[in-house]
């Protein structure tokens, strides 16, 4: 019965521990940074405080007459101290700002940050550790049933930490939140605490603890203090395996919460697996080194095969986000299966080798919990040893691929030490076979091929990007110009075509084409509206365009913050679009969470750019709560401005809802824009008091920033007020019950990896957009402090801005308003508003207004011939196929060319049918020239380049008045 309770109790304490430790560690996190060398210090003092606990447990827990009554006081304990850790953690900030004055970075602030999370954690963690020491004393009579006993506590207790972060990461905190997923954990802890304190006070215990026996018995075998270091050396070897595992496998497979959690229930599964085996085997082993050799050489071997396989991970995982039919449960489990695949043959041998080792350690019955108290405290200790060695030893010298051999490798050369000290049973034939596999075994770590850089990297846990780029399935990898596997993020940039872009841990993170307008953008626009930017913070580095791009403002100083100091490294080869802002005076890199370092900063900020990674990835989550902006916000002057990269790709509307409302709620006066067109990118911006747009100064202003905004594509102030999507006053059409994303909450964190699959495919829906929808001028004279002194003619190049933008709605309505005020109009402007209304009504006709089919052609060719009765049957599928069956048909005239190039408009190959009739458009004297015209303006509205179109449609009504005359000739 004692048994049966403490097993089922320790299952239950493995739930609400690694419940504890995920909310504790998430907690600490906030108050105390995300930096490599801050989560590291925490996590140390975690393992720090069950190492003490159970040395502590293991010293008196043979002297206790009811093990599991004291069990259960000590659960209890747990809880009650467990319930004070998120409040205590909310006054971290306050005491950490105040104990760094003077400890900006370094060792002595790793210190600082070590004894504040120690001094939290103490009680906790130290009540955690001594539990398997006085269970262990509860469930063990004789000595022959160490192995067995204890090795089933191990895996039973790892079994309920894994369904513990199942629960955690994938249903509590989700659906509850920071606080009350610890409130469960607490409830839970309490239960079954005072079930084992009932129990171990109503039933009798399974061993009288005599004082005799206590002092005389031996704690260890003797001659086997070189396997209890052993579980040093394999506390090391496994903890910094699922260091650096955990970064390999999240950046093949995402670094979202779910990836992680799979990643970790995955590692914690293979470990009970593995104690359980252990646990049925242990007691009936009559070579225990033998069997603790062969488990070690097994480990290592599976370890090596493993981490082989991680840059095959993504290729896998292609094939299956290609399935139309994938759901968010698929995934998951596809996500869990590819974690297994590599990780979980290893960690069941890892798991094996505790309760291996206890079996052929421990010295007497009597004495059982101050071994298993030693020994987990020394298998601990090596875990704390690993965890920093894998990180600031393995990682930077090595790099995550050979930091995880050498890990690996290292349990090979513990084999290889034990062959020495077999049992003299164990048979010569054995031994030289166990010399030979060892041996081949380190060849294959040492020789096997490295990684595919890029194949490692492919991101293809992008379900748009994967289904856009590789829609067959073959992966072609990019050149690879630069990768280092830095202490937070893994770096990489690749060039194809002439483009190159950053990607950081597998997700692109900037470009030098394609989301220039975004990049620029960001520095410049709240530049732009800020009177005097002096003070300017710009939280992530990416391709370093934007950090560029502010200082063309001629800012005092700004602070560039990176949590990666190697993705300022690799911004370096940007050097053409960037310009090496570092190598400026007026830039200090940091080295920082943004998060922490606006939490301990007090100087104040003019600007604030905010443009972390997308808020799905874990990490950069944190940096789109409303805690987060309230920080932020206190950073900022009276009348300072902040921006907010927000990338709404691939996001639900309602957490695009939660974003902007949870923006909104710390900054009352939001203007938010779009950077181009057909952008799936907001940049919102926030401030205190009110923006009044004054037009002549920010005219004044544009001139300053012009070559920047030229970058943009931006060629007047008009071009960017027209890119001006919404106000704060729109935000009422979302849904009154959106909720605001909190640290407790999480809710883009968790709910928005989800969205990569369920709105892969969609583009996003903006209830405040389509609420202005043709009403935008409405905006800006709204926010006009006085008006300009040509307002007819401004609103005119508004709407020729808002045309350029494909806001065909907003550019009537601009054009409108001095239309129908035409007498106060100029006559320039008058032109121009109408110029607007004929192109608009152009560029949106659903009927085509140009002939494609011309008899002369057809007389003249049978192919032509027979492709334009197809295309005036309609079936054009089938004579867009005759036309590439036929290559080269298209070139024969310009006939040819409009036909095949308006079947490729029609077919939705638009960069393809652009290329045909731009050709073709050279032929001057080509009767065909002006309807090639019409379907280039066309082809272009349609593929989203609207300031082409319109341009390709002036051009047209040009030709059609009969003044356009051919190149090289005079008109």
Not at 89 to 94: N, V
Not at 306 to 331: E, K, Q
Request: glycine share 8%; aromatic share 8%.
């Amino acid at each position: 019965m004692i048994r049966s309770l403490a097993r089922t109790a320790f299952f239950l304490s493995g739930v609400a521990g690694l419940t504890f430790e995920i909310v504790w560690m998430r907690h600490l996190g906030l108050a105390l940074g995300a930096t490599t060398l801050a989560v590291a210090t925490t996590t140390a003092a975690y393992m720090g405080g069950l190492a003490l606990g159970s040395h502590i447990g293991g010293r008196f827990a043979d002297r206790i007459r009811r093990p599991l009554a004291v069990y259960g006081g000590v659960e209890i304990a747990l809880a009650l101290s467990g319930l004070a850790i998120p409040t205590l953690a909310t006054y971290i900030p306050t005491v950490d700002e105040a104990l760094f004055t003077g400890i900006a970075t370094g060792p002595g602030r790793a210190l600082v940050r070590f004894a504040v999370a120690a001094l939290v954690l103490i009680v906790p963690t130290t009540a955690m550790g001594m539990t398997l020491p006085i269970l262990a004393r509860a469930v063990t009579v004789r000595l022959g049933q160490v192995g067995r006993e204890v090795g089933l506590l191990y895996a039973i207790n790892i079994a309920g930490a894994m369904v513990g972060a199942g629960l955690a990461g994938f249903v509590l905190i989700p659906t509850a939140g920071l606080f009350a997923t610890n409130a469960v954990a607490v409830g839970l802890d309490l239960a079954l605490g005072g079930a084992a304190l009932a129990g171990g006070l109503l039933l009798p215990p399974l061993l009288e603890v005599t004082a005799t026996s206590h002092q005389t018995a031996p704690v260890l075998r003797a001659g086997s203090r070189p396997l209890v270091a052993l579980l040093v050396v394999t506390g090391m070897a496994a903890m910094a395996l699922q260091v650096l595992w955990t970064r390999a496998i999240g950046t093949a497979l995402g670094p979202s919460t779910y990836a992680f959690s799979a990643i970790v229930c995955t590692y914690l599964a293979g470990l009970a697996i593995g104690g359980g085996l252990a646990a049925w085997i242990a007691d009936r082993l009559t070579a225990a080194r033998l069997a603790l050799t062969v488990i070690l050489l097994t480990t290592g071997v599976a370890s090596l095969v493993g981490i082989a396989l991680v840059d095959r991970l993504p290729v896998l995982l292609l094939r299956v986000v290609l399935n139309p039919h994938l759901t968010m449960g698929g995934l998951l489990q596809t996500e869990f299966g590819l974690a297994a695949l590599s990780v979980l043959p290893a960690t069941i041998g890892m798991g094996a080798i505790f309760p291996l080792t206890l079996s052929a350690v421990v010295g007497s019955e009597s004495r059982v919990g101050a071994a298993v108290g030693r020994a987990y405290a020394l298998n601990t200790v090596g875990n704390i040893a690993g965890s920093f060695a894998g990180v600031f030893v393995l990682l930077p010298a090595l790099g995550v691929e050979w930091g995880m051999r050498v890990a690996a490798l290292a349990y090979l050369v513990l084999a290889a030490a034990l062959l020495a000290r077999l049992e003299p049973s164990v048979g010569r034939p054995i031994r030289l076979g166990l010399v030979a596999a060892t041996a081949a075994a380190g060849a294959f770590g040492v020789l096997w091929p490295s990684w595919n850089v890029p194949r490692w990297t492919a991101g293809t846990f992008r379900m748009s990007m994967t289904r856009s780029f590789y829609p067959d399935g073959n992966f072609v990898p990019s050149k690879l110009l630069f990768h280092k596997d830095g202490l937070a993020t893994t770096v990489t940039v690749e060039e194809e075509e002439g483009v190159r872009w950053i990607k950081v841990n597998g997700k692109i993170d900037g470009s030098s084409e394609g989301d220039m307008p975004t990049q620029v953008l960001s520095g410049v626009l709240p530049m732009l509206f800020h009177p005097d930017p002096k003070e300017v913070a710009v939280i992530g580095c990416g391709s370093g365009v934007t950090v560029g791009a502010a200082l063309a403002a001629n800012p005092a100083h700004l602070s560039l913050v990176e949590l990666e100091k190697a993705v300022v490294e690799a911004a370096a080869l940007f050097e053409s679009v960037n310009h090496l802002p570092w190598n400026d005076p007026r830039v200090t890199v940091v080295e920082d969470d943004g998060r922490n370092f606006m939490a301990r900063n007090a100087a104040p900020f003019d600007v604030i750019i905010s443009e972390p990674s997308n808020p799905w990835m874990t990490g950069a989550a944190s940096l789109f709560t409303q805690e987060f902006f309230r920080i932020a916000g206190k950073r900022l002057d009276d009348d300072g401005v902040f921006l907010q990269w927000l990338q709404i790709y691939e996001l639900a509307p309602d957490r695009i809802a939660s974003v902007i409302k949870t923006f909104q709620s710390v900054f009352p006066n939001v203007l938010v824009f779009t950077p181009q067109a057909d952008s799936n990118d907001l940049l919102m911006l926030g401030s205190r008091t009110p923006v009044r747009f004054d037009i002549e100064r920010l005219a004044a202003r544009f001139e300053t920033l012009r070559e920047q905004m030229t970058r943009a594509g931006l060629t007047r102030l008009e071009d960017v007020l027209a890119l001006l999507l919404f106000t704060d006053r729109e935000l009422s059409t979302f849904p009154a019950d959106t909720p605001l994303n909190t640290d407790d909450n999480a809710y883009i964190e968790f709910g928005a990896p989800r969205d990569l699959l369920l709105f892969a495919e969609d583009d996003p829906e903006v209830p405040p957009i389509r609420a202005v929808r043709g009403k935008r001028q409405g905006l800006i004279n709204d926010l006009t402090a006085a008006p300009a002194k040509d307002t007819p003619a401004f609103m005119a190049r508004l709407a020729h801005s808002y045309l350029r933008q494909g806001m065909i709605p907003d550019a009537y309505a601009a054009a409108a308003e001095v239309t129908v005020a035409r007498e106060a109009a100029p006559k320039p402007a008058l032109a121009v508003a109408r110029e607007v209304q004929d192109l608009a009504h152009l560029l949106e006709e659903e009927d085509d207004r140009e002939a494609v089919i011309y008899e002369d052609a057809a007389e003249a060719d049978a192919d032509y011939a027979r492709i334009a009765k197809l295309t005036l049957a309609g079936n054009r599928d089938q004579a867009l196929a005759e036309f590439d069956r036929n290559p080269g048909l298209h070139k024969k005239s310009g006939a040819h060319s409009l036909l095949y190039g308006y079947l490729l408009y029609h077919d939705g190959k638009y960069a393809r049918a652009h290329q045909v009739l731009g050709r073709a458009h050279t032929d001057a004297s080509d009767a065909t020239r002006k309807a090639i015209a019409y379907y280039l303006a066309k082809d272009s509205f349609e593929d989203g380049e609207f300031a082409r179109a319109v341009e390709e449609m002036e051009t047209y009504r040009q030709t059609v008045a009969g003044r356009l005359s051919p190149p090289g000739k005079a008109e």
